[in-house]
């Protein structure tokens, strides 16, 4: 059975840190490249970062360049999102992600999200 457990979220201050966290089971971890998507009220998701499956290539949305760090732990089947000097417009659920492409299909699956919010 997959699962994709994110934790970490919570209410924090503008300028403030946070650190999620994604916890996979079920699946190859290592096999799988790895995401950080997030949802605000009234807005499409989008992407937040992603890191290939051996960590060695990663790539952000540039509104959290600069800011947000990811990282994945695969003798421990985690990603993580370092969240720093956050802002309002990054108050969202976000999502842990994973994606394998193979030939003639992509495997997919998320997690149930976790509440980000920033405010004073």
């Known amino acids: 059975q997959v699962q994709l457990v994110e934790s970490g979220g919570g209410l924090v201050q503008p300028g403030g840190s946070l650190r999620l966290s994604c916890a996979a089971s079920g699946f190859t971890f290592s096999s799988y490249g790895m995401s950080w998507y997030r949802q605000a009220p009234g807005k499409e998701r989008e992407l937040v970062a992603t890191?290939?499956?051996?960590?060695?290539?990663?790539n952000y949305g540039d509104s959290v360049k600069g800011r947000f760090v990811i990282s994945r732990d695969n003798a421990k089947n985690t990603v993580y999102l370092q969240m720093n000097n956050l802002k309002p417009e990054d108050t969202a659920i976000y999502y842990c992600n994973a994606e394998r492409r193979l030939i003639g299909t992509r495997l997919r699956y998320w997690g149930q999200g976790t509440q980000v919010t920033v405010s004073s």
């Open positions: 890191i290939s499956s051996s960590g060695s290539s990663t």
